[in-house]
Nanobody
Framework: VQLVESGGGLVQVGGSLRLSCAAR????????MAWYRQAPGKQRELVAA??????????TYADSVKGRFTISRDSAKTTWSLQMNSLKPEDTAVYYC?????????????WGQGTQVTVSS
């Protein structure tokens, strides 16, 4: 599975950006899908994740982004996005998408290449 990210860039405080992640290759049983970020000198942290079952979708968010960021995925479950509103300087980081895939009882993790988000004040 290859994850291809798009949508990063430079934005002013209070602005918005939308990140997208497309899974290519053997895209079956990808669940959950998530976004992480890593700021300079800091550990990578979970920003948002979405877990999909046959009856519901369950998004989770880091406290620091609740009410500002929204994670969503397409119906084919191979592309997911992160809508980021009311951006703050502390949101500046490299953002990575991540997918978990189950094959024959084993879990495999895949990461995107990362996309830079810079919020200027």
């Amino acid at each position: 599975v290859q994850l291809v990210e798009s949508g990063g860039g430079l934005v002013q405080v209070g602005g918005s950006l939308r990140l997208s992640c497309a899974a290519r290759g053997l895209t079956f049983n990808i669940n959950p899908m998530a976004w992480y970020r890593q700021a300079p000198g800091k550990q990578r942290e979970l920003v948002a994740a979405i877990s999909v079952s046959s009856v519901s979708e369950t998004p989770t968010y880091a406290d620091s982004v609740k009410g500002r960021f929204t994670i969503s995925r397409d119906s084919a479950k191979t592309t997911w996005s992160l809508q980021m509103n009311s951006l703050k300087p502390e949101d500046t980081a490299v953002y990575y998408c991540k997918a978990e895939q189950w094959r024959l009882g084993s879990r495999y993790d895949f990461w995107g290449q990362g996309t830079q988000v810079t919020v200027s004040s």
